[in-house]
């Protein structure tokens, strides 16, 4: 089983720039999460998702935007990068209560 | 708002020997789910054992415990025989509902870097 699926493993942004990390799932969960991990630091939520076409804001929500078209697909966008968002994120899914699930993270670095 | 603490940056332990990671939260809810998740180098968030907060039996899974006090918001995580595997950063979390939504929050820990020694 795939689980959760995150691309691009790596990524470098001017300062400035654009991107869209991608998140997939394939076990049909409803919920879905995007974190962000700061060295030496826990996750911190940015943004969740209870189902298609339903978003909200996490604790650090300033700077990113999502969409939920489909169950499957979950994607992040920084519009304008700045170098406070250099960092790793993870794409999570989870159906009601159960465990989160994990993808392996995006390493971002905003030069 | 939740906090979960971590009080020990990082431990050690001997190969085969006994080690508990500590973790204290802070909340006003009376149902939540507490998690270890482990963090090896490969950056992979793996769950090691979940808690329900309404049921006062401590969580086992294999060489994994914990001694979850509610009153005391408290929630180690003891790791029998100890394996060179086991080295990683370990994540205490707090999972509560989110709203009316029905969504669910991990609230994380900074986490304990644990070393195996050989």
């Known amino acids: 089983n795939a689980g959760v699926t995150q691309t691009p493993k790596f990524r470098i942004l001017k300062i400035g720039q654009s991107m869209t990390l991608q998140c997939t799932q394939d076990?049909?969960?409803?919920?879905m999460y995007w974190y962000r991990q700061d060295p030496g630091m826990g996750l911190k939520l940015i943004y969740y998702s209870v189902g298609a076409g339903i978003t909200d804001k996490g604790e650090v929500p300033n700077g990113y935007n999502v969409s939920r078209s489909t169950t499957e697909d979950f994607p992040l966008r920084l519009e304008l990068a700045a170098p406070s968002q250099t960092s790793v994120y993870f794409c999570a899914s989870s159906y009601l209560d159960t465990e989160a699930f994990f993808g392996q993270g995006t390493r971002l670095t905003v030069v | 708002a939740q906090t979960v603490t971590q009080s020990q940056p990082e431990m050690s332990v001997q190969e085969a020997e006994t080690v508990t990671l500590s973790c204290t939260y802070d909340?006003?809810?009376?149902?939540?789910?507490l998690f270890w998740y482990k963090q090896p180098p490969s950056r992979q968030m793996i769950l090691v054992i979940r808690q329900e907060a309404y049921k006062q039996q401590n969580a086992t899974e294999n060489r994994f415990s914990v001694n979850f006090q509610k009153a005391a918001k408290s929630f180690s995580l003891k790791i029998s025989d100890s394996q060179l595997g086991d080295t990683a950063m370990y994540f205490c979390?707090?999972?509560?509902?989110?709203?009316?939504?029905?969504?669910?929050?991990?609230?994380f820990g900074k986490g304990t870097k644990l070393s195996v020694i050989p």
């Open positions: 979390a707090f999972m509560k509902q989110l709203g009316g939504a029905g969504s669910y929050q991990l609230t």
């Open positions: 909340t006003s809810e009376s149902n939540y789910y």
């Open positions: 076990m049909n969960h409803n919920y």
